[in-house]
């Protein structure tokens, strides 16, 4: 990127690291106090919600569905081997999935309210707080009626005896009540009923009673049930309810799972009903049909004279009965299924569940008439909540006509089958029949009747122990459910915990300081440390100087035992290494903008140099906001610019600083309106070769190089460019101008001064310890004990 005001290059040299996470831990070390604080404020807050907040518990409760047996039957309770193995499929199979759904379904959920009255609540004024009492109320309203209210109706109640009083604060009314009262209101009516076994002596004691909607209540119960299986491989439901009120969600959760089972109770006696209702009627018609056919034979018998039958036709009869038999049996199945077909195919049961009579035992016949039955179960509950028109009962009246397809073509499959078996059997009969021939008409006659009656009669005793297994497996029909753990509440409430809330204010109290210090460090922008500078240049840092905790300007000579003088000190031996020849003499001090103390800086190390015995010029060639004249308190009557734009001498504008012997000073001189003119004449270099004969270091203030390029013209002069960062000042991406000017080799040397470095909380000054008093001797000291440069270490420092 190229800076628009003094035309380098800002590319940094190495990536930048925004958040130092080390800086970040010693701000939080630092910052102890901000956690304390934050921990202590959110524990009082915690302790606060316990005490007045009511407890919330969980009230849990387990149901085992059972469903179906190893054997591939439904239990019901009844004996297998008698009457289920007709009966099979009077019980509908249960889907855990289906349960789940089912036992919290609207229709359950909202008899379980009405049944209970828990749109009705009950509150009392205890020793820290407002909660409900639930049955530890002295009084109870019985609700007759209720219209379909938007608002609860909320009374303040006061028992005085046997009479109450009830405040309504919304529509500012009251009115008292006597137990056994019943009450006609605008939104209904209800009776007042007194607790038996709660008695209140205080009047003034507070209470209250809230009256919700049945809508309001029940939808509010089905998203507090939760119902789940705790795997795939077990039928176990879990039921749960939450809240501040055990004792009523036990209640609540006892009176569903009931409901629960009874409807599948119901469910399964309904199937058995339209079974019995069936039989009966098929009883009735073959009965009068068997009376007949009994007269018939008794009126041949009277009229032919006829006892018993002959022996010579024992044998033929034998075999032909074996057939009669075979032709009754299969005749009985046709006419079974006939009927079933009939009612099957008649418009006014395709609402009814199909009778379980068949004689089919196929297994693909039976799961579909169990399908159907099931589907037919499932259309008559939903049109308790809904009409025939809502679209999921149009999607069941799809299923079951494709159903009842089904089981038409399975019949007509079947029947098929018996009359292909019957014309066999008609076959063998005929052949029997030819035996017969010599047997007397009467008898043959006599035989007829009696094929007839074993017909009817077969079929008559079939529907008559079908029907007595019915009504047996009716009386002895259990849900497959079973209840495992009864609805109780836990032994501790889950909210308020104090545990929790311990570990919750602990957490947050850690959590919320450290992401305000983190956030702090990461919106940061400016230069924290000297690590900063290292990740962002490749330009060594020279010193570091600490914080000024005065108003003074020049420390080293005001107060020379200062640790920031001992810093100077130490960045002159610094520079006294970056500046070994005797020829490199020119130093300059910029910085990328006003107020990063680079006047500070120039003033004190040349202090400093002074100190030590050596011959030095300060220069103050920031002409745009000159300030060091004022500092040593040197008048500006004459300077560099008017030694540039006059004929004056160089020993002419050259004045004592009055500081230190060795010290002088040249002042800027008449300000002009374009210092950088006055920086690019001749007369500038000719000043420079001059200064150098006659001092040992020249040290220069100018303008910051990131506003303006006065510092970039002087380049050619300088021997070193000291670049002032000042902490909490200098933008990071202002340190990228150091790395450009070192790329472009702008200056023959660049070093970085660290300036006004205030201590970091928990690390001291940027990461590093206080500089003691002694430190530079002992750095004297160090590179005094380097083979070959001791004498110089020792003449440097003299």
């Known amino acids: 990127m190229q800076d628009s005001n003094n035309g380098f290059a800002t590319n940094n040299a190495r990536p930048q690291r925004d958040v130092d996470i080390n ?27 316990a005490v007045f907040t009511s407890p919330r518990y969980t009230v849990k409760g387990r149901v085992l569905v059972t469903g179906y047996n190893s054997q591939g039957k439904a239990v019901t309770g009844t004996d297998e081997s008698t009457i289920l193995k007709e009966l099979g499929m009077f019980s509908v199979p249960n889907s855990v999935s289906n349960e789940l759904e089912i036992i919290h379904s609207r229709t359950l959920v909202e ?16 020793d820290i707080r407002y909660e409900e009492i639930y049955k530890n109320s002295p009084y109870f309203i019985k609700l007759l009626s209720l219209k379909n209210i938007t608002d609860p109706i909320e009374y303040d109640v006061r028992v005085d005896g046997d009479t109450l ?124 049909e068997l009376s007949g056919i009994d007269k018939n034979i008794e009126s041949f018998k009277k009229r032919n004279k006829l006892t018993d039958l002959t022996n010579d036709a024992q044998q033929v009869l034998q075999n032909n009965n074996t057939v009669t038999q075979s032709l009754a049996d299969k005749e009985v199945q046709l006419q079974v299924v006939s009927d079933l077909e009939a009612y099957l195919q008649d418009e006014h049961n395709n609402t009814r ?45 799809i299923q079951l006509r494709q159903l009842r397809g089904d089981l038409l073509n399975m019949m007509r499959t079947y029947k098929q089958g018996i009359s292909t078996e019957q014309k066999d059997l008609q076959s063998r009969s005929m052949e029997v029949t030819g035996l017969l021939e010599k047997v007397p008409t009467q008898q043959r006659m006599f035989l007829d009747f009696t094929r007839r009656q074993n017909v009817v009669q077969s079929l008559y005793l079939y529907l008559l122990q079908t029907r007595e297994q019915t ?63 290292s990740n962002l240049t490749d330009v060594p840092l020279l010193a570091k100087i600490n914080h000024n905790r005065s108003a003074r ?16 000190r130490a960045m002159r031996t610094n520079l006294l290494f970056r500046l070994p020849e005797t020829s490199e003499k020119v130093i300059v001090t910029s910085s990328s903008m006003e107020n990063e103390g680079k006047t500070f800086i120039a003033v004190n190390l040349a202090c400093s140099l002074a100190a030590s015995g050596r011959k030095v010029l300060l220069m103050e060639m920031d002409l745009r906001n000159p300030s060091i004249y004022s500092i040593l308190k040197i008048g500006n009557s004459i300077g560099f610019s008017d030694y540039i734009l006059s004929d ?100 023959k040397k660049i070093d970085v001064v660290f300036n006004d470095i205030k201590p970091i909380p928990g690390y001291g000054y940027g990461y590093t310890n206080k500089l003691k008093y002694g430190h530079y001797k002992q750095n004297v000291a160090f590179y005094k004990k380097i083979p070959g440069i001791g004498k110089v270490i020792e003449k440097l420092t003299k």
């Open 23 to 49: 800086f970040i831990v010693a701000k939080v070390l630092g910052n102890w106090y901000w956690y304390v604080a934050s921990v202590g404020l959110l524990l009082i807050a915690g302790i606060l919600i």
């Open 111 to 126: 008899k379980t309210v009405r049944d209970l009255q828990l749109n009705v609540t009950y509150w009392g004024q205890g």
């Open 165 to 288: 009083k009830f405040e309504d604060e919304n529509s500012d009314t009251s009115f008292k009540a006597s137990f056994g009262d019943t009450l006609y209101l605008n939104y209904g009516s209800w009776v007042l009923v007194r607790n038996n076994y709660v008695t209140e002596a205080n009047p003034k004691h507070q209470l209250g009673v809230v009256i919700n909607s049945y809508n309001a209540s029940i939808y509010a119960y089905m998203d507090a049930i939760e119902a789940m299986t705790t795997n795939d491989y077990v039928n176990i439901i879990d039921l749960s309810i939450s809240g501040p009120t055990p004792e009523r969600n036990e209640d609540m959760l006892k009176h569903l799972i009931s409901l629960y089972i009874q409807a599948d109770v119901n469910d399964q006696n309904r199937i058995a009903d339209s079974t019995i209702t069936f039989i009966d009627a098929r009883l009735a018609r073959v009965s009068r």
């Open 353 to 397: 569940v199909m009778p379980t009579t068949a004689p089919i035992k196929d297994p693909a016949f039976v799961e579909t008439l169990d399908k159907y039955n099931s589907l037919q179960l499932q259309r008559q509950t939903q049109l308790q909540t809904s009409t025939e028109v809502n679209p999921n009962v149009k999607s069941l009246d």
């Open 471 to 533: 009504a047996v497996s009716k009386s002895n029909n259990i849900a497959p459910i079973r209840v495992i753990d009864e609805p109780i509440r836990g032994p501790l409430p889950y909210f308020p915990n104090m545990i929790l809330i311990i570990a919750v204010a602990v957490f947050l109290g850690i959590l919320i300081p450290s992401v305000i210090i983190f956030m702090r460090e990461l919106l940061n922008t400016r230069i924290r440390s000297a690590d900063d500078i």
């Open 553 to 568: 300007h020049t420390l080293v000579f005001k107060d020379p035992g200062n640790e920031i003088a001992e810093q100077f």
């Open 648 to 747: 004056i001498r160089t020993t002419d504008i050259i004045r004592p600083s009055g500081i230190y012997p060795d010290l002088y000073f040249i002042s800027p001189g008449l300000l002009s309106s374009n210092p950088a003119d006055l920086l690019t004449r001749n007369k500038v270099q000719q000043l420079f070769n001059e200064l150098r004969k006659e001092f040992e270091f020249i040290i220069v203030d100018c303008s910051p190089v990131g506003i303006v390029t006065d510092a970039l013209v002087l380049s050619r002069y300088t021997d070193l460019l000291l670049y002032v960062v000042r902490q909490r000042i200098t933008y990071k991406k202002q340190v990228n101008i150091i790395q450009a000017l070192a790329n472009e080799k702008r200056f």
